[in-house]
């Protein structure tokens, strides 16, 4: 799941990283009366699980609580990269002197996390990484001891810092990695991290990303999960232990694994028509899996066909179609539905599954292509 | 012959009085696995699948002797078993379990490579050698004995493909899940090394999907220091970039990571790329053709 | 440093180790106090850094406030081991089904840390390791992950616990080995820990040291000292950076470096003589270390004779003989002195100190024979 | 020839611009050891005794391609730098400084173990080949060059024992001092190893002190393993048990770790075993003649 600017900076000072503090609005109204207690200049900025939202107009600087509360209503309701902006953060304005980026992730090759930073902030790091790779420092680190005090000041040494505020920069990638650990993030970011004219280290702002698999060690964040960020049905989906991840097409795909639910999704586009969704049941598709997977899929209203692909393994086949034919019944469907069953009992299945008047195919092309068919065809 | 498993392998199944530890020992053992022990704390004296069960891997390895351990415990327990089983020197450890935080995977890679044992998994099918031994949870009846090796991130995608290799009368050296996390103990590169040192295996069939660059690796790997045929299947064309897909790892980020980039490469080194899971046998086909190899033994 | 049972206890319990409570007391009357609130009866323990407090009759069971008042009378000013008992633990009685021995320390051989655990608790663990070493258990430690919880249970279960107290047990070990690491312990022990007739695990004693290294990771400590249990000399001697113990004999030593100091000794017992002291004056042996090495040594009323010893290596002989010169105007010493110098410019300091009138050796095993010599002539 | 140092050793000084490494960086210099750079952070730029200074081992390896590191930060910073060195691929490490805790030693020694490097100490002087190269704090000048490996846990007891052999006309090969820590990096079986192998040691004295039983193990190495005559002396025949002497691994505990223990322990192994420091010359000279050897070179 990912956090908010203002639930991250959180995250960080509570480790001891100094950060810009502010306040977070909902209203041009509140964001007038935060920068009004702030005094002074403020940035208003759009609070979305996504990136580029400078570009996107979504960060405003605002010289008067007046001006606070116009970039406010400029930017609560903006839609960047299809996110829709629901509160800004009202934080003081800052002297910038000199601008980096400072991350924690993890290097899948290495198996190990990473420390990354440049000397180049405030700007985005992937496309500094592909264009002027020389300006990026990477430091890999141990998997059992954590991250070195050496380390953490070499980072500093080969960014051109000054020796008088390399421990400073020493300390804050220390508490962003444990930060980083300690929430078991997959991504902990400051970007820019900033030397103030005055020469002190502040970070402008605050991104992260938490491991979905560990979040039973972590029972709080569920407060933090930003429902309005997130599609309604994956959030149902997720509840019910199915994956789901909403599409723009017209075919709706109920699949058991994970693998061949995204194999399913490109057979559908390999026969000319579009995904609706990425859907794994999970292991079991039993008659409750399967009628919520029909209450997922059927909710968008773009929905015309629908294409269930299961490989019958330790499941046998018969119980499936069984689990089709009882979802069914719980979940009104007007859509065709094609199914492809293959695997243990498989023949048996299908039987089943024709008998109750739905198109069965053996293939997983042939149903692809018949989902489209029907798609069309509706 | 074949790779990790075989005739002689003596499995332990670490969680075996669950209720996914107990089914998959009662399925591995009628599909002709030499289980020989199991573990549950505060299991000892039971018996499953006529395994008896043990307090402790070291209490099963000393009575029992066993060479690859199977995980079936829960998630947040599965690093201490992973800990507990190459601790008391089993020399691969095979983990099913889904959805260990990854902060918990890095220092257990990092052991595992210290120590010099090899995990395979975690959240993987497991691996077998059609005829000889299932260590996993694939359906065993859908494989072939044969020439060419499966090695893949997924679990139902493969049985796809074996499934469509047996059907056209191809059978399968051995065929491996190496997982779909983020961090995973074998990789492919891993698995190529031994489908290439292995005499059994003709050709193989690599099944990638989007996320991380273990295909770009192998890729290279294969370019290197594969002989033999290899035909690659990748899912994930259509993913849309951010959005996990179903596997914590199956995900494109900072636009790396997509299906478009893997299948280049691995064009790039050779690879027979196959847009869908029924071309493979085909592709398969032709491949072992061309080497002069029969497509089954 | 050595903590006291309660302090210990005190640090267990915080980590979520079950531990019996109780409270202290430093007369008869708040013994009598502490046993009338707890009720029912009590163990009234003394609190000295030594073992063997049971055999000493430094541990009573009381069954009224008043059996309280009369054990805490015995106890108190008892000397246990040439400690003298100053206050006295005054804790509930428990219930005890089992007893058991669990500890952690270092394993100097491996390098490692290793837990020990025995069904025998309540004894003296030496003596069991020694004599039926098949009832210790040990498991190190892994040096980078800690201790597993595998590892915690299968010590329960070689130990032959019940499998419904393993969980129990597992818990105290790793709660145990937390203790340790976190507060940079040298041995961390339970002796015994019990299984009480209602089947919960309860942590009858509690013992620590801690490794004096790291105290300053541990400012807290410093309060916990009990400079009652030490000697007075050795607390000096600490802080003024100089290493001391006291010993028994006569010949108070003086020496640079502590493998020379112990050699020292012994070619003073060698001679028949007996050390008063162990002392290394580290690497300096300015006057300023000198004089208070003399202040340390002549506060001995038993020292005849004082025997320096010095290998001047990076030090200058002659920069050494002058400190102790210096040292001698300011510390009045009455007893003999007989001074050994060598390396670096030794010769040139041999006869500063011949001009002060010190008897001046060049050999170690001359300095010894002399100064047992003049002790004995004293 | 010798051990760990000679001719050919580039040693980096790490924590050289402070009051200790500054020092014995320069009486290093002047005893002709090749002082090639030190690391000291934010001195970049400086020189001590003409060694260049740099900010990191890093930056310092890539310039001066040190082969040695001697450590003299201080205790709570010194962990750190040993994983610098060896992170940064020092294959020996000599740390001079004194009171590092020992929680701190024990993932140190295990990581250095790991990498496959080489840490003396800590808690040590250094160690030095006369002649040659002194990576250390002894003094220089008592040291001859000749045939005999000197191995301690002590550091001025090991200048009495050397300036005794010296004085009596024995040269020393290398002289070793490995600490007075409960944990350390190198162990008197190591150094008895290394002398055994090195053909320029022709007899060995080694120099232990009550705590632990590192003595004990070098016993039956030697009994296993060394041919070369070895002379020992054992301090702290006088010790209490349960005080520490000075050193942190000085202490009889549990009634282990007694010199007469390991006296007889060494005297078992056909070590001979002297009472006093200055019978050590007399004991070598017996030991060489026996074997045929002279005793300088």
Redesign the interface.
């Known amino acids: 799941m990912n956090l908010h600017e203002y639930q991250a900076a959180e995250l960080f000072a509570a480790q001891g990283i100094p950060t810009n503090g502010g306040a977070v609005a909902s209203t041009p109204g509140e964001a007038e009366v935060i920068a009004r207690g702030a005094g002074g200049v403020v940035v208003v900025k759009a609070q979305v699980h996504s990136g580029g939202r400078g570009k996107a107009g979504g960060v405003k600087l605002a010289r008067t609580p007046q001006e606070a509360r116009a970039a406010a209503e400029a930017i609560l309701g903006l839609e960047i990269r299809g996110h829709i902006v629901r509160k800004v953060l009202v934080a003081p304005g800052a002297d910038i002197a000199q601008e980096f980026y400072l991350g924690v992730s993890l290097d899948r090759t290495r198996r190990q996390n990473v420390v990354i930073a440049s000397g180049e902030g405030g700007v985005d790091i992937e496309e500094v990484a592909r264009e002027r790779p020389e300006r990026i420092v990477r430091a890999l680190v141990d998997p059992l001891l954590g991250i070195h005090p050496w380390q953490a000041r070499q980072i500093g040494f080969a960014l051109g810092i000054a020796f008088d505020k390399v421990a400073g920069f020493a300390t804050i990638t220390r508490a962003l990695y444990d930060t980083y650990i300690a929430e078991d993030a997959t991504l902990a970011e400051i970007n820019p991290l900033v030397l103030t004219g005055a020469g002190d280290w502040l970070a402008l702002d605050a991104k992260m990303s938490i491991d979905d698999n560990a979040l039973f060690r972590h029972p709080d964040f569920e407060a933090l999960r930003d429902l309005d960020e997130e599609v309604a049905t994956e959030v149902d989906a997720r509840q019910s232990g199915i994956s789901f991840v909403k599409l723009d097409g017209d075919i709706g795909c109920i699949v058991n694994g994970a693998g061949l639910a995204m194999a399913t999704m490109d057979a559908v586009k390999l026969h000319g028509g579009e995904p609706a969704n990425f859907l794994d049941v999970g292991g079991g598709a039993s008659a409750d899996q399967v009628a919520q997977a029909f209450a997922l899929v059927t909710a968008d209203p773009h929905v015309r066909a629908i294409l269930i692909n299961i490989f019958g393994g330790i499941t046998r086949g018969d119980v499936v179609a069984q689990g089709i034919a009882e979802a069914r019944e719980r979940v009104a469907v007007t859509v065709p539905i094609v199914v492809r069953l293959s695997g243990t009992n498989a023949a048996e299945g299908q039987k089943l599954l024709a008998a109750s008047g739905l198109i069965a195919t053996e293939s997983m092309d042939d149903a692809a292509a018949e989902a489209v068919r029907a798609a069309h065809a509706a | 012959m074949s790779i990790l498993v075989d005739r002689d392998t003596r499995v332990i199944v670490q969680g075996i009085t669950g209720r996914e530890g107990s089914?998959?020992t009662t399925?591995m053992v009628e599909y002709g696995t030499n289980v020989v022990s199991g573990v549950t704390?505060?299991g000892?004296g039971k018996t499953v699948a006529e395994a008896p069960v043990f307090?402790?891997?070291?209490?099963a390895v000393a009575a029992t002797e066993p060479n690859v351990a199977i995980i079936f415990v829960p998630?947040?327990?599965a690093p201490?078993?992973i800990?507990?089983a190459v601790?008391n020197g089993l020399p691969l450890v095979i983990c099913i379990t889904e959805?260990?935080?990854?902060?918990?995977?890095?220092?257990v890679?990092?052991?595992v490579k210290?120590v010099g044992a090899r995990l395979l998994g975690p959240n993987c099918p497991g691996t077998i050698t059609p005829g000889a031994a299932k260590v996993g949870?694939?359906?065993g009846?859908?494989h072939t004995p044969g020439p060419v090796g499966v090695v893949?991130?997924?679990?139902?995608?493969?049985?796809?493909v074996v499934?469509a290799l047996s059907r056209a009368g191809i059978g399968q050296s051995s065929a491996v899940g190496i997982g779909?996390d983020?961090?995973i103990g074998t990789s492919f590169v891993d698995v190529l090394a031994l489908f290439e040192a292995d005499p059994a295996t003709d050709a193989i069939v690599m099944?990638g999907?989007?996320?991380?660059?273990?295909e770009e690796?192998a890729a290279r790997f294969i370019e290197e220091h594969v002989t033999k045929p290899v035909v690659g299947?990748i899912?994930?064309?259509?993913?849309?970039p951010g959005?996990?897909?179903?596997?914590?790892?199956?995900i494109i980020s900072?636009?790396s990571g997509t299906?478009a980039e893997k299948m280049a490469a691995l064009e790039a080194a050779g690879v027979r790329v196959v847009?869908?899971?029924?071309a493979v046998p085909g592709a398969i086909q032709a491949a072992l053709l061309a080497v002069g190899q029969p497509v089954s033994r």
Do not use: C, W
């Open positions: 089914f998959h399925q704390p505060g000892r307090d402790t891997v070291a209490d998630a947040r327990f201490d078993a800990y507990e601790d959805g260990i935080p990854v902060a918990d995977m890095v220092p890679y990092a052991h210290q949870i694939m359906p009846f859908i893949s991130r997924s679990g139902t995608l493969t049985y796809e499934d779909g983020p961090v099944i999907e989007i996320g991380g660059d273990d690796h299947f899912a994930g064309q259509t993913a849309p959005k996990r897909m179903g596997h914590a790892g199956a900072g636009g299906a847009d869908r899971p029924s």
